[in-house]
């Protein structure tokens, strides 16, 4: 997608005067985009569920319920010590067999440990989209049925009837 869409969502973020933006994304790379030109020094999480998702995709049928109980240790861990130690675990189990899961995971490793820079009892709301993306869920479930929500016109009038 091209960025300038994602500024649409981006630009009016920071209205009261804050200096910083924290931003959790999928992988939209128009969004990455746009939050790194207008807020470069903002903290970027990656969203957990989508990057173990990815990661997953990689490996066998098989051995991927043993892969996520892997990343989960990561993303439960409850310190920066442990995360590290997590990792540790996951490229020596995975890497070799499995370069692809660890290149998914250790190419952003900074951007999907960025919540650990944050209160705890924020963490699982900034970690994965989830939070974000639920609620979305009920209007999407409407525009699915409804079948007729193609302007915005009529998008608008499942708000408003």
């Known amino acids: ?10 630009i009016g ?6 200096k910083e933006v924290f931003s959790v994304v999928d992988g939209a ?22 990057k173990t998702v990815n990661a997953l995709n990689t490996a066998t049928k098989s ?26 675990q996951f490229e020596t189990r995975y890497g070799a067999k499995y370069p692809k ?9 900074v951007e999907i440990r960025a919540f650990y ?7 699982t709301h900034i970690r994965t989209t989830n939070p974000i993306k639920s609620m979305f869920a009920t209007v999407r479930l409407r525009m ?3 079948k007729n929500c193609e302007s915005q016109k009529t998008t608008l009038q499942l708000f408003v009837n």
């Open 144 to 146: 699915n049925n409804t």
């Open 29 to 50: 790379f128009g969004f990455w985009n746009a939050v790194a030109k207008y807020w470069p020094t903002s903290c970027h999480q990656r969203c957990w569920v989508h």
């Open 117 to 123: 820079d944050f209160p705890s009892e924020h963490w």
């Open 101 to 109: 899961a660890a290149e998914c995971l250790t190419k952003d490793k």
């Open 63 to 88: 051995v991927q319920p043993k892969i996520k109980e892997t990343l989960h240790d990561i993303w439960m861990a409850e310190t920066q010590e442990e995360v590290q130690k997590a990792f540790g």
């Open 13 to 18: 973020v920071d209205d009261a005067g804050r």
């Open 1 to 10: 997608m091209d960025d300038k869409l994602f500024l649409l969502v981006v």
